[in-house]
């Protein structure tokens, strides 16, 4: 494998389904599952279960977390953070645990993952509800092709 590439890249969808647009990350892993993808490339469903089912990630695999962030833009908008950018900006995770304390707990526990990027999406409706808001349902092409380009840098080492 060339220098820089990394072997194996893992899609983490997270979110609370059961509050609408909290869940676009697994929503967004559902909908990868249905595409053929590199078979480096693996989906997880982690939900609110963030550091238990980092203990499913392989080692060293770099880590492509998609969430609802809340950062101030349209609903649908995407952002590119690393886990350094959401621990200095405490206001963007929608949950209780935020994704770096539950890595930091993860990694606690044992797990080893490689390079971290999370793929925040501005929601339009956090509440009690199933399924997208038609906003995020149809900006969900976009949000996908953000998703496809982080795993895409991550296999092709840049």
């Given at each position: 494998?060339?220098?820089?590439?990394?072997?194996?890249?893992?899609?983490?969808?997270?979110?609370?389904e059961?509050?609408?647009?909290?869940?676009?990350?697994?929503?967004?892993?559902?909908?990868?599952t249905r595409?053929?993808?590199?078979?480096?490339?693996e989906t997880?469903?982690?939900?609110?279960?963030v550091?238990?089912?980092?203990?499913?990630?392989?080692v060293?695999?770099?880590?492509?977390?998609?969430?609802?962030?809340?950062?101030?833009?349209?609903?649908?908008?995407?952002?590119?953070?690393?886990?350094?950018?959401?621990?200095?900006?405490?206001?963007?995770?929608?949950?209780?645990t935020?994704?770096?304390?539950?890595?930091?707990?993860?990694?606690?526990a044992?797990?080893?993952?490689?390079?971290?990027?999370?793929?925040?999406?501005?929601?339009?409706e956090?509440?009690?509800?199933?399924?997208?808001s038609?906003?995020?349902?149809?900006r969900?092409?976009?949000?996908?092709?953000?998703?496809?380009?982080?795993?895409?840098?991550l296999?092709?080492?840049?």
């Amino acid at each position: 494998m060339p220098e820089g590439q990394t072997s194996r890249v893992v899609v983490l969808g997270v979110g609370n389904e059961l509050m609408r647009d909290d869940g676009v990350g697994v929503h967004v892993v559902r909908r990868l599952t249905r595409e053929p993808l590199d078979p480096r490339v693996e989906t997880l469903e982690a939900g609110t279960a963030v550091a238990d089912a980092l203990d499913l990630v392989p080692v060293g695999a770099a880590v492509v977390a998609v969430d609802a962030a809340s950062g101030g833009g349209r609903p649908g908008s995407t952002y590119r953070f690393g886990l350094s950018d959401l621990a200095a900006e405490r206001g963007v995770s929608l949950h209780e645990t935020s994704l770096p304390e539950a890595f930091a707990l993860a990694e606690v526990a044992g797990a080893k993952c490689g390079e971290v990027v999370v793929v925040g999406v501005e929601p339009a409706e956090v509440k009690p509800g199933e399924g997208l808001s038609p906003i995020l349902e149809a900006r969900l092409p976009a949000i996908l092709q953000a998703v496809r380009r982080e795993v895409n840098r991550l296999l092709q080492g840049g």
